[in-house]
T-cell receptor, first 111, second 114 residues
């Protein structure tokens, strides 16, 4: 089993829709969870951190479910500009300072 | 603001040739990382460094070597390139390590090995 797994998609949704992605991790000791956004042929950029209490930034909400070992990203009122690949990142082993990424979930928002 | 700069941005190699990718950051970050990204595989960690003079193996270290002689630079070397090393390579740096620091990425280096 991979340390971090994501559904690659693509998720095709109409403008204005709500869409959610999950990212599962295998090591229950994992700490530090993040969502990154990557546009085509560009570098990844941090979208938001995922805290134990959840995190909301405008139309974006990230949550952590430690019992089921996954993090989620919810996008409300999707915009055309939200079309991108969304990567989750996890530090699977505390103290090792390394981040493992999922394969990414591709989102296409359609007009 | 330069941030993280990778050179070269594009390179074509023949099998067996060697080359070095340079990553430079001007943010005084302690932690630096090299990832490769292939279609359907996501970002995979090759090597990383938690400070000047230190390096550690990531998920896919075989065929690569790294050095961090200066805090601002992290070099990735391919001693004998193979077609399987055709990929996009991303360097990243972070102020904090596993505690929760944001990774800042360079623009990527596209390497083709023929």
């Amino acid at each position: 089993r991979k340390e971090v797994e994501q559904d690659p998609g693509p998720f095709n949704v109409p403008e204005g829709a709500t869409v959610a992605f999950n990212c599962t991790y295998s090591n229950s000791a994992s700490q530090s969870f993040f969502w990154y956004r990557q546009d085509c042929r560009k570098e990844p950029k941090l979208l938001m951190s995922v805290y134990s209490s959840g995190n909301e930034d405008g139309r974006f909400t990230a949550q952590l479910n430690r019992a089921s070992q996954y993090i989620s990203l919810l996008i409300r009122d999707s915009k055309l500009s939200d079309s991108a690949t969304y990567l989750c990142a996890v530090n699977p082993t505390p103290g090792t300072y390394k981040y493992i990424f999922g394969t990414g979930t591709r989102l296409k928002v359609l007009a | 603001n330069a941030g993280v700069t990778q050179t070269p941005k594009f390179r074509v190699l023949k099998t067996g040739q060697s080359m070095t990718l340079l990553c430079a950051q001007d943010m005084n970050h302690e932690y630096m990382y090299w990832y490769r990204q292939d279609p359907g595989m996501g970002l995979r960690l090759i090597h990383y460094s938690v400070g000047e003079g230190t390096t550690a193996k990531g998920e896919v270290p075989d065929g690569y070597n790294v050095s961090r002689l200066k805090k601002q630079n992290f070099l990735l070397g391919l001693e004998s390139a193979a077609p399987s090393q055709t990929s996009v390579y991303f360097c990243a740096s972070s102020y904090e390590g596993g505690a929760g620091g944001e990774l800042f990425f360079g623009e990527g280096s596209r390497l083709t090995v023929l």
